[in-house]
Each structure stands twice: as C-alpha cells, then as structure tokens.
C-alpha cells in the first residue's frame, strides 16, 4: 500500500511540473507575440516642411482631434471623410454650412482666432492660411501647426503641394491621386479649347456696388494662368486684392468674356452684384451682346479656394466661357 502512494505521489509531481513548463512556454510565447503586436502599431513619424517655418513640423501620429482655419482645407477634409473637431464658424460657405453646427467648436473668426477655446480642445494639428499667417507662432504653442497658403502666381503647384499635405498627414495618399487626376484632366479639356479662341476676358470681382479687376498671378488670374483665357487687358496688376476699376473702363476695354465673382453672394445667399455690374456702360461690351458675362458664387471663389470641393466648383464654373 505505501509502494503504492509513493507512486502516486510520484506522477502527481511530474504532472505538476509539465503543467508549469508548459505555462512558462505559454508566457514566453505572449510575451514574444505582444511585443510584435506594439511593434506593429508603432506610428512613424509625419514629417512636413511649410513656409513659415524652417524646421519641420513633427507629427507623431495621424492626428484624430482637427482644427481647421482655411475653408479650402476644410472642403478637402470633408471630401476626404476626414472629422474636423473645431472651425472659425462665421462666414462658412453656403456649401460648408452643416460645419456651422452645435458638434464643432466655434474658434472664433478668420481674422481674431478664440486661442483659449483652440487650447482648450487639445487639437493634434491645426491648418492655417494667409489670413492668420502672422499669428502662426501663437499658433504652434498650443499644436503642430501646418500653413496650406495659396500661392496666387504658381496656383496649381501650390494647390497640388497642399492637397498632398493633407494626403500624407492622413494617409490618403491613394485617394488623392485619384482625385487630382480627375482635376486636371477636367482643366485640360478647358484648355484644350481656350487655346483655340480668341476671345479676350475679363475677370472682376463684384463687391457692394464697387469692381475691382484681376489679372494674370492675381487672386483669381487662374482663369488666365490655369485655364488659359486671354486677358482683356495685359497691364491689370497682379494683386490679391484685385485693381480697383470703374465701368468706365470696362466699356473701353470691350471684353468679349466677362467672369464676375460675385462677393455679395459669398455672405448672402440672396445678393446679387448682377444689377449693379450689367449698366449702360457694360451693356455696350461684346460680352453683354453676346451673352457671355458668367457671375460666379464669391463661397468657394472668395471664402474658400484652393480646397478640393472649391477646385471642382471652380472649374464647372470655368467652363462656362466655352460652352
């Protein structure tokens, strides 16, 4: 009988012990595939070089928490899906306007950004223009803070530069291309017909009663630059405030295309430049003859170009002076 427990007691220890290697084998294993797994969702950095800055802006992950100061940039990240936390809500495009809700915080305006509501956000980045461009060291104390500016004189460039910003800081790099792509063929088959014409156009800017021209490497000479319409006139300034003009001298200048960026619109969807802009004096211009004055919404003209919704709308519009 005592044989027979001291076997026993025997088997039991070896069990004992197989069950402990067998767990030592089992922790090593987790371990192993734990420290594999963290080392599969480390996140490289983000690196982006921008104008105001010599040193590159860091970010250490693809950044969850936005807030945005360019409505171009805030077109581009609605059309890419992209969830915005905070916006200047005054003024937004009539387009833009589900982003004027409760949901989003209001960081104050373009001009006068709210600093203490952007800091009590705790946003990962923030995108800036050049409306708060002399703000921006403000602006990284509080986040990694990206400048998108347009560059009026080389439009395409900087607008393709940007959206490949915001294609790399959220890893949309595919969906961009696609997108680009789409945009510029459509601006070829513009070109491809402005090329062939020779109709002269102006560009003007409609703003309470008052006009102001623009012409090639101003704020809208991307009808001249981009989409190849010849200028009415080849000494208009290059500004981004356009030079100011009277009616006068759109009757002498004659254009046979007038495009008019209607600002009124911009901020009321129930203005109109129109009256003001089609007198006596205009209506003796080609372009009143000849039906051919476009008036286009001052949103994503005047508030918001150089986003991806704004460039689509831009370039429908273009389209219109050779159709």
């Not at 294993?29 to 860091?58: A, C, M, R, W």
Request: a negative charge.
């Amino acid at each position: 009988m005592k044989k027979w427990s001291f076997i026993t007691l025997l088997f039991t220890l070896l069990l004992v012990f197989a069950a402990c290697g067998s767990k030592e084998v089992a922790k090593e294993e987790e371990d192993t595939s734990t420290g594999n797994d963290q080392q599969v969702e480390e996140t490289t950095e983000i690196k982006i070089k921008h104008d105001l800055d010599e040193q590159e802006v860091v970010l250490d992950k693809t950044p969850e928490k936005v807030v945005v100061f360019d409505f171009g940039i805030l077109d581009t990240l609605d059309e890419l899906g992209i969830p915005v936390a905070g916006l200047p809500q005054a003024n937004i495009p009539p387009y833009l306007n589900k982003y004027a809700g409760s949901e989003y915080t209001n960081v104050g305006s373009l001009k006068e950004p709210d600093f203490e509501a952007i800091h009590a956000l705790k946003p990962d980045v923030i995108f800036i223009s050049g409306r708060q461009a002399d703000m921006y060291d403000e602006f990284k104390k509080i986040a990694p803070t990206i400048y998108v500016g347009i560059d009026y004189t080389n439009y395409m460039e900087s607008f393709t530069h940007n959206m490949d910003v915001i294609a790399q800081v959220f890893g949309k790099e595919e969906q961009m291309k696609t997108e680009l792509e789409e945009v510029n063929k459509a601006i070829n088959e513009i070109k491809e017909k402005t090329a062939s014409s020779d109709a002269k156009t102006l560009v003007i800017m409609g703003n309470e009663g008052k006009v102001s021209a623009y012409g090639s490497g101003s704020r809208f000479g991307i009808i001249h630059d981009v989409f190849g319409y010849k200028p009415a006139d080849e000494n208009i300034e290059e500004s981004i405030h356009g030079q100011s003009i009277s009616f006068e001298f759109i009757a002498e200048t004659n254009p046979d295309i007038m495009f008019v960026i209607d600002r009124d619109a911009a901020f009321d969807s129930n203005a109109s430049v129109k009256d003001a802009v089609e007198n006596e004096l205009v209506q003796k211009t080609n372009a009143f003859k000849d039906g051919k004055i476009f008036y286009f919404n001052g949103g994503p003209w005047y508030l918001s170009g150089g986003g991806l919704q704004s460039m689509k709308l831009m370039v429908e519009d273009a389209k219109a002076g050779v159709q």
